[in-house]
């Protein structure tokens, strides 16, 4: 599902335009990533928990060449999955 259909189902379910919606999901997703970057966890009860971790330097190669190449650390993006969400997509 692309954002535009996301879009869509919401507006259809909630009853608002498809603006406002818009606008409110451009919100929320501006809202998660300044948390991430200030280090915060975004938690949502019974769908899950986005949360950064670093993840440490190291060393891999280059299939094609078979070059060795350092990979600086980094932070990245978790997300967890909650109990609610994962009984109800098996």
Do not use: C, H, W, Y
């Not at 330097?57 to 990979?71: D, F, H, M, S």
């Amino acid at each position: 599902m692309k954002k535009a259909e996301f879009i869509d189902a919401v507006a259809e379910k909630s009853g608002l335009s498809k603006k406002d919606t818009n606008e409110a999901l451009n919100a929320i997703l501006e809202t998660i990533t300044e948390a991430l970057k200030a280090k915060k966890t975004v938690s949502f009860i019974g769908f899950g928990s986005f949360s950064t971790v670093k993840r440490a330097a190291r060393e891999a190669r280059v299939p094609l060449t078979g070059e060795k190449v350092q990979i600086p650390e980094r932070n990245a993006v978790k997300f967890k999955v909650g109990k609610s969400l994962k009984d109800s997509v098996a």
